[in-house]
């Protein structure tokens, strides 16, 4: 079990940047993918990034140089982080974190956490609102 809470986000003007966090808890986390989705407006909740248990990131290509994903180890639980910069107004959204557990590390190691699909992803935060407006 993996228990996911966000925090972060909020206003920016367009050009600005910003970041959003998430904290995992909770058991196996050294067996567990991490990763941030979106669902902005009337869209279907989107993959943008994933991260391994071995520090591999992978994202959407459309969204690869603007956003930067990393984790970190805190006491029982997992810090992970989506920076953002050059937001535009098509990155309003509310963005959620993700997480999925295996049986062992190797199989949340390297490029098996770039997971895209939602039905893919066991645990999810409850979101934070990233609004980009001038």
């Known amino acids: 079990q993996v228990q996911l809470e966000e925090s972060g986000g909020g206003s920016v003007q367009p050009g600005g940047s910003l970041s959003v966090s998430c904290t995992a808890s909770?058991?196996?986390?050294?067996?567990?993918?991490l990763g941030w989705f979106r669902q902005g407006p009337g869209n279907q909740r989107e993959w943008i990034s994933s991260?391994?248990?071995?520090?591999?990131?992978?994202?959407a290509d459309s969204l690869k140089g603007r956003f930067t994903i990393s984790r970190d180890n805190i006491k029982n639980s997992l810090s992970l982080n989506l920076q953002m910069s050059s937001l535009e107004p098509a990155d309003t959204a509310i963005y959620f974190c993700?997480?999925?557990?295996?049986?062992?590390?190797?199989?949340?190691?390297?490029?098996?956490?770039?997971?895209?699909?939602?039905?893919?992803?066991?645990?999810w935060g409850q979101g934070t609102q990233v609004t980009v407006s001038s």
């Open positions: 993700a997480a999925v557990q295996f049986r062992s590390a190797y199989l949340a190691s390297g490029s098996r956490c770039r997971r895209t699909r939602v039905e893919d992803w066991n645990y």
């Open positions: 909770g058991y196996r986390l050294d067996s567990t993918c």
């Open positions: 991260i391994s248990v071995d520090g591999i990131t992978n994202y």
